[in-house]
Antibody, heavy 118, light 109 residues
Framework: QVRLVQSGAEVKKPGASVRVSCRTS????????VHWVRQAPGQGLEWVGW????????MYAQKFQGRVTVTRDTATRTAYMELRRLASDDTAVYYC???????????WGQGTLVIVSS | LMLTQPHSVSESQGKTVTISCTGS????????VQWYQQRPGSAPTTVIH?????PSGVPDRFSGSIDSSSNSASLTISGLTTEDEADYYC?????????FGGGTKLTVL
């Protein structure tokens, strides 16, 4: 059974950084890209970026370039997303998801709520 | 590529509803379109992938289509039940970037 299990909720102050983890199981970790998607309260889904766990190559949405870094640890089958210089509009649920075929996200992690508040 | 969906649609139980996803700034037929269902407080799940395919476990009441002439994709749900009430998102790729539609809230009356 393919599973992506994310770390717990975080509360951060403006200007701080947050790191969210995504531990995978049930499939070959290095065989599928892992994407990060966020959803602000009451809003739609917004793509953040992806990592190729085999090569470590990454690609980010232009909006987040310079502020986000996605990494992976192949030994623990875990992907990480770090977002820096947090602002209140970064308050959102952050999801990791496996790229099952090019562009098809399945399954998704349970989501991690990140609250940015002074 | 930008994907535009209606903000909301509503239809009665047992009826059929179609949700559109119109592409702009790119050709929607160049890459596959997926459709995700999201219920409140839950992660999205796939109802349609690769334009027209249904994952196992998704009822055949759900179907997807592509119309190249209007550069759009559609999700059709027939025999509506209250369980179908949710937000629906279309999603596709643009080079190596991923794009989501703004989402459509389906209300089943």
């Amino acid at each position: 059974q393919v599973r992506l299990v994310q770390s717990g909720a975080e509360v951060k102050k403006p200007g701080a950084s947050v790191r969210v983890s995504c531990r995978t199981s049930g499939y070959t970790f290095t065989g599928y890209h892992v994407h990060w998607v966020r959803q602000a309260p009451g809003q739609g889904l917004e793509w953040v970026g992806w990592i190729n766990p085999n090569s470590g190559a990454t690609m980010y949405a232009q909006k987040f370039q310079g502020r986000v870094t996605v990494t992976r640890d192949t030994a623990t089958r875990t992907a990480y997303m770090e977002l820096r210089r947090l602002a209140s509009d970064d308050t959102a649920v952050y999801y990791c998801t496996r790229d099952r075929t090019p562009g098809w996200f399945d399954p998704w992690g349970q989501g991690t709520l990140v609250i940015v508040s002074s | 590529l930008m994907l535009t969906q209606p903000h909301s649609v509503s239809e009665s139980q047992g009826k059929t509803v179609t949700i559109s996803c119109t592409g702009s700034g790119g050709n929607i037929v160049s890459n596959f379109v997926q459709w995700y269902q999201q219920r409140p407080g839950s992660a999205p799940t796939t109802v349609i992938h690769e334009d027209i395919k249904r994952p196992s476990g998704v009822p055949d009441r759900f179907s997807g289509s592509i119309d190249s002439s209007s550069n759009s994709a559609s999700l059709t749900i027939s025999g509506l039940t209250t369980e179908d009430e949710a937000d629906y998102y279309c999603q596709s790729s643009d080079d190596n970037y991923q794009v989501f539609g703004g989402g459509t809230k389906l209300t089943v009356l």
